[in-house]
C-alpha cells in the first residue's frame, strides 16, 4: 500500500504554484512610548523579515525548481508573475523572497567586450574600478532583478479589498460594538493597559485596542525589554490569545468572508482555467500581501482557523497532472487543506474551480461601491465571464450599456418621428423603412444585452 | 575678492534634495520587428524586457549617483532608509528592473541590514526549511546574501499613471496622439521624403518601400537595441545609420513641436514636482532622494515643457535630475540632463531660485487637470492635486452623470438629424434621403471608439 501511494506521488508532475504570502516581520505599524529600540520607521519590514522571505524563497526554488523543476533554475520573464500590495513592506518581501528563488550569481552576465557600451550616458568617476570589480556579471555577485507588479490599494481589490471595497469598509466600521465587547471580555489585559499609565482615556485606548496588542505581540517576538506594567505573569499570553479574538472577527461573518476573497477567486479561476482549457499559462505567480489579506482567502474557502497568520506565511495553490487528471492541493504554511466539495486534499481540479466560482460575488465592484443587488454563481452554472475583472472592465461596460440603451432609444424615437412626418406625406415609402430600421435597431439591442450581461 | 566671496557661497551650498527622472536601460525591441536579423531568437521571449547591459547601465548610473550624493555630498544615508527614498516606475518589467538596478548601485553590496544572533531563531518562515542549517551558516549575520538590499520599487497601472505614462492615463492624449490626421501625416511625410533611406534598408529588409516607411521607427529601434548588445547587424554603410538616426529623431520629436501635446505630457509631472519643492521650501518634505524610472517619451515630454528639448530621441539609462541646493536659507535648483546643466526659461543661469523655477513650472502647465476627463469612471487618482488655487480637482463622483449627459447629447444630436432628414424629404423624396442619414447612422454606430 505505501508503495503504491509512493509510485502515486512519484508520477505526480507540479504544473503551477500560485502564492499568496504575508510580509515577513515588521516593525509596530504606530509606535508607543516603550517603542524605543527599533532602528527602522513604523511599518516597515525589518532585517528579520527579510530573512524569512530569503529563507521561503531558497525552500520554494529546493521544491519547485531543483526537486520538481517548475522553472528554470534563472529567472525567466515569461515563466513567472510577480504581484504586491503597494506598501514597503510587501514589495521587499517579495524581493527577498525573488533572491532566495533566483539567488545570486544565477543573474544575468554580459561579455566583456560590451563594457564600453554598458554605461550609462553620464560621466561615471570610478568606471574602471567599477567595471573590472562586475568582470561579466551585469550585476554584483551576478544577483538577478525582477520586476513586482504593484496596485493602488484603492484598487486592489485581489489583494486589499478592505481598502478597494467601500462596502467591505464599511462593514468592517460596522463591526466596532462588537469589537469592544471581545476587547472589554478580557478584564485582566483591558484593566493592565489602562493602569499602565500610557493612554489619557479608556476611548483613546479602545480606539487603537488591536494595533496596541499587536505592537506588544511584535516587541516581545523581538525580544525587547517591555515595561514593567506589563510583566505580570501570563499577561502576553493573554494578549496573545485576545488578538486573535479581535483579528478573526470580521472574517466570522460569511458575507465579509465573500467580500475578501471574490476578486482573488475570480483571478485564481480564470488562471486555472487556463490550465484546464490547455491554454499557455504562468508556471509561478507570487502575490505579496497581508495577514488580512490570507485570512480573508481561508475564510473565503471556509477553512480559516481563526489564528492571525504568521510573518511570512504562505497559502500555496499547487496544480498537479497525474496520470493525465489535473488537481489542486491548497497548502497553508506547509498544511494541506481539505477544501468543502472536495475527496481529499488532493483534489480534482474542476472541482475546486466549480468551489471557487459558488464562493465568489461575480459583479463584486458593483456590490463594493453600490447598492446594486447580488450576482451569486451556482454549482451547476459556472458562468461563462472569463472577463470579468474587478474595476475597469464593469465600469466600462456600464459606460458602452448607457450608449447602447442611449442609441436604441433614438434610433426608436427618430424612426417614430420620421414616420409619423412621413405618414402624412407618403404613407407607402415609409413601410420598408420601417422593416429596415427593425431589424438595425434590433442589432444594437442585441449587442446591449451582451453588453449588459458582463457587468 | 569677488572670487574668494562667490568661492565661499558655493562652498556653503549644499545640496538637500533630489529628483531624477529616467529612461530604462538598454532593452530587446518592443514588439516583434519586421527585421530580418531579429528572426534567429536572439531575443528569445523577451520582446520589451532590460537586458544585462540595460542592467548594468543602470548599475553604474546608482554607483555614480551614489559617489555624488552619499559619498561626496551626503545628502542622504549610505544604506538604504525608507523614509528619505522614493522609488516609483512605470508598469513595466524594464522600467522597474531598472530602478532596481539603479537602486543596486546606491546602495551596493554590502551595504544591507543585518540579523543580530538573538533574532536567528526567529528570521525563519513558518514552513519546514531543508537546508536551513547550510543557508543560515552560509549568511552569517547578514539578512541577505552578500548583504544586499531590497527596495521597495512602487508601480502605478497605466491608467492610473498621470505622471509618467501621460499618453496611457490620459484619454485625450491618447485620442490626440493617434487620431491627430495632421501629426500622422507629418510623419508619413518624413519617411516617405527620404526614398534614399527606404531603398538603402530595403537591400537588407526584402519588403516593400511602403511597409517600411511605415515602420521605420521600429526598424532603426531593433538596430540600436542589437547594437547596444554587440548582436551581429547587416553591413550598412555609416551614412545609412547618421541618415536613419536623424530621420528616427524627426519623427521621434514630431509631437513635442506642439505645445497643447506637451502640456498633456508634462503637466502632471509639474504639478508633482512643484508639490515637492514647495514642501522643500517650506522644511516638510520627508523624503531626500525621488526616483522616477520611466521612457524615452517620458523625458521628451518633460524637457519640452521645460521648452529645452534638442529634439532628439533620449537614450537608454537617460537622467534628468532636479538637484535643490540650500545656501543660507535660499534655495536654488540645477536641471541636469545627462550630465549637461540646462538654462531653463526665466532662470538666469544654471542653477536657478527655487521659487522662480517653481513659479515658471506652474507657467507651463496646464490651469486645470479636468483637461483629461476619462471616458468611463476611475474610482482612483493617483494623481497629486496641484496647489495652484485655480484648479478644481475632480470630484469622480459625477461618473453616472457624466455617462447620461453623454446619452442625452447623443441623443439629442441624432435626433437633430433624423428632424433635419425628414425636413428634406418633404421636398425631395424621402427615402432616398432617408436611406443616406441612415447609413450615416450606421457608422456612428460602429466606428464609435471603443472606451
Not at chain 2, 529588409?205 to 516607411?213: D, G, L, N, R, V
Request: net charge negative.
Amino acid at each position: 500500500m505505501r508503495l503504491l501511494c509512493l509510485l502515486v506521488l512519484a508520477a505526480s508532475q507540479v504544473i503551477q504554484i500560485i502564492e499568496v504570502c504575508r510580509h515577513g516581520f515588521r516593525t509596530p505599524t504606530a509606535f508607543y512610548p516603550w517603542d524605543t529600540l527599533w532602528t527602522n520607521a513604523p511599518g516597515e519590514l525589518v532585517p528579520v523579515g527579510m530573512r524569512m522571505h530569503f529563507l521561503l524563497g531558497s525552500e520554494l526554488r529546493q521544491r519547485y525548481v531543483v526537486e520538481e523543476s517548475l522553472l528554470q533554475p534563472s529567472y525567466n520573464a515569461s515563466t513567472a508573475y510577480f504581484r504586491s500590495t503597494d506598501v514597503n513592506r510587501t514589495i521587499m518581501s517579495a524581493q527577498s523572497q525573488l533572491m532566495g528563488l533566483f539567488p545570486p550569481p544565477t543573474g544575468p552576465v554580459l561579455e566583456v567586450s560590451l563594457a564600453s557600451i554598458a554605461v550609462p550616458p553620464i560621466h561615471v568617476e570610478h568606471l574602471n574600478d567599477l567595471v573590472d570589480g562586475l568582470q561579466s556579471k551585469a550585476l554584483p555577485a551576478q544577483t538577478q532583478t525582477v520586476p513586482v507588479e504593484v496596485y493602488p490599494a484603492a484598487v486592489d481589490y485581489e489583494l486589499q479589498p478592505d481598502s478597494a471595497c467601500y462596502l467591505l469598509k464599511q462593514n468592517i466600521v460596522a463591526l466596532s460594538p462588537n469589537f469592544t465587547q471581545v476587547a472589554l471580555s478580557n478584564q485582566f489585559v483591558y484593566q493592565t493597559l489602562l493602569n499602565s499609565g500610557y493612554f489619557p482615556s479608556n476611548s483613546t485606548l479602545l480606539g487603537k485596542y488591536k494595533n496596541v496588542l499587536d505592537d506588544l505581540l511584535i516587541n516581545s517576538q523581538a525580544a525587547h525589554q517591555l515595561p514593567t506594567a506589563f510583566s505580570a505573569p501570563d499577561f502576553l499570553g493573554n494578549v496573545s490569545v485576545l488578538f486573535n479574538q479581535l483579528f478573526s472577527l470580521p472574517y466570522r461573518d460569511p458575507w465579509n468572508a465573500r467580500l475578501f476573497a471574490s476578486a482573488f477567486f475570480l483571478d485564481l479561476k480564470s488562471q486555472l482555467q487556463l490550465i484546464a482549457g490547455n491554454h499557455s499559462f504562468t508556471p509561478f505567480r507570487l502575490y505579496s500581501a497581508h495577514d488580512t489579506t490570507i485570512a480573508g482567502f481561508l475564510a473565503g474557502l471556509q477553512v480559516f482557523d481563526f489564528k492571525q497568520p504568521p510573518f511570512a506565511s504562505t497559502l500555496i495553490f499547487e496544480t498537479s497532472r497525474q496520470s493525465g487528471q489535473l488537481y489542486m492541493r491548497v497548502i497553508y504554511n506547509d498544511q494541506p487543506l481539505l477544501i468543502p466539495t472536495c475527496p481529499s486534499a488532493l483534489c480534482p481540479l474542476q472541482t475546486f474551480i466549480d468551489y471557487l466560482n459558488y464562493r465568489s460575488i461575480l459583479n463584486l465592484s458593483d456590490i463594493c461601491n453600490t447598492n446594486s443587488s447580488i450576482e451569486w454563481s451556482t454549482m451547476e452554472q459556472p458562468t461563462s465571464s472569463e472577463s470579468l475583472t474587478p474595476g475597469k472592465g464593469s465600469t466600462e461596460a456600464k459606460w458602452v450599456g448607457w450608449l447602447a440603451v442611449g442609441l436604441v432609444c433614438l434610433v426608436l424615437l427618430s424612426g417614430a418621428i420620421l414616420c409619423i412626418a412621413a405618414k402624412q406625406r407618403r404613407k407607402e415609402d415609409c413601410l420598408p423603412l420601417m422593416k429596415e430600421m427593425d431589424q438595425s435597431s434590433s442589432s444594437v439591442g442585441e449587442r446591449k444585452i451582451v453588453n449588459l450581461a458582463f457587468r | 575678492m569677488a572670487w574668494l566671496a562667490a568661492l565661499l557661497a558655493v562652498a556653503a551650498a549644499e545640496v538637500v534634495f533630489v529628483l531624477e527622472v529616467c529612461r530604462h536601460g538598454s532593452r530587446a525591441p518592443t514588439d516583434p520587428t519586421v527585421c530580418p536579423w531579429d528572426q534567429d531568437g536572439r531575443w528569445g521571449n523577451g520582446w520589451g524586457e532590460l537586458s544585462p547591459v540595460g542592467m548594468r547601465m543602470h548599475f553604474l548610473l546608482g554607483s555614480e549617483l551614489r559617489q555624488r550624493y552619499v559619498l561626496s555630498q551626503s545628502v542622504f544615508d549610505p544604506e538604504f532608509n525608507s523614509t528619505q527614498i522614493y522609488v516609483r516606475s512605470t508598469d513595466l518589467n524594464r522600467t522597474i528592473t531598472s530602478a532596481q538596478s539603479q537602486l543596486m548601485g546606491l546602495f551596493p553590496p554590502p551595504n544591507g541590514p543585518t540579523v543580530s544572533d538573538s533574532m536567528g531563531d526567529v528570521a525563519v518562515p513558518p514552513i519546514s526549511v531543508q537546508k536551513e542549517a547550510n543557508i543560515v551558516n552560509a549568511l552569517q549575520n547578514r539578512a541577505l546574501p552578500f548583504q544586499f538590499s531590497s527596495f521597495p520599487v512602487h508601480v502605478f497601472p497605466y491608467m492610473s499613471d498621470f505622471v509618467l505614462l501621460p499618453n496611457a492615463a490620459c484619454y485625450n492624449l491618447l485620442l490626440y496622439t493617434y487620431a491627430s490626421a495632421e501629426v500622422q501625416q507629418a510623419i508619413t511625410n518624413i519617411s516617405l521624403s527620404n526614398p534614399w533611406l527606404l531603398e538603402g534598408l530595403q537591400a537588407f529588409i526584402p519588403i516593400q518601400t511602403e511597409y517600411i516607411a511605415s515602420n521605420l521607427t521600429n526598424i532603426v529601434d531593433s538596430i540600436y537595441c542589437s547594437q547596444a548588445m554587440g548582436f551581429p547587424l547587416p553591413a550598412f554603410s555609416p551614412e545609412l545609420l547618421n541618415n536613419a538616426t536623424n530621420i528616427f529623431n524627426q519623427i521621434f520629436s514630431v509631437y513635442y513641436q506642439d505645445d497643447l501635446y506637451i502640456r498633456y505630457g508634462a503637466s502632471w509631472f509639474f504639478w508633482d514636482l512643484v508639490e515637492h519643492f514647495e514642501a522643500v521650501m517650506q522644511g516638510t518634505e520627508p523624503t531626500k532622494f525621488r526616483l522616477y524610472s520611466a521612457h524615452d517619451t517620458t523625458l521628451a515630454a518633460f524637457l519640452a515643457g521645460l521648452q529645452v528639448y534638442d529634439n532628439k530621441q533620449p537614450p537608454f539609462a537617460s537622467s534628468l535630475i532636479f538637484e535643490v541646493s540650500e545656501t543660507n536659507g535660499d534655495f536654488s535648483v540645477q536641471v541636469l540632463y545627462n550630465d549637461v546643466p540646462l538654462i531653463i526659461g526665466p532662470c538666469k543661469s544654471a542653477q536657478c531660485p527655487l521659487q522662480t523655477f517653481t513659479d515658471y513650472l506652474r507657467l507651463r502647465a496646464f490651469a486645470s487637470e479636468n483637461v483629461c476627463l476619462p471616458p468611463s469612471s476611475q474610482p482612483w487618482n493617483d494623481t497629486k492635486k496641484s496647489s495652484s488655487d485655480s484648479i478644481v480637482p475632480d470630484s469622480g463622483s459625477s461618473d453616472l452623470k457624466w455617462e447620461a449627459w453623454v446619452t442625452i447629447a447623443l441623443c439629442a444630436v441624432t435626433l437633430l438629424l433624423f428632424l433635419a432628414a425628414c425636413i428634406l424629404s418633404r421636398s425631395e423624396s424621402a427615402a432616398r434621403k432617408f436611406e443616406s442619414s441612415q447609413s450615416s447612422i450606421d457608422e456612428r454606430v460602429i466606428n464609435f471608439p471603443k472606451p
